[in-house]
């Protein structure tokens, strides 16, 4: 049975297929990395929501804890 994509083949028409075909696979590319890219931020909006805000929490308290005054006015 034929594998449903053969990777060699794949580079060999974006590399050097008439350009028919190598817009075609240069447009499935694209297409299947939007998608891949799509269902990774679907399914981990949350999850990146919360590392953004963690590393603005992070962000705030480092800044918070430099200390522009010199520490002999104490």
Partial sequence: ???LLDST???NVLRKGPPQRRFQAWAGVVLISFSAGGVI???L???LLLLVIFACGVFL???ALQDPFSSSSS
């Fill in 1 to 3: 049975m034929r594998p």
């Fill in 9 to 11: 083949r794949i580079i």
């Fill in 61 to 63: 308290i480092r800044r």
């Fill in 45 to 47: 909006w949350k999850l």
């Fill in 41 to 43: 931020v679907w399914l």
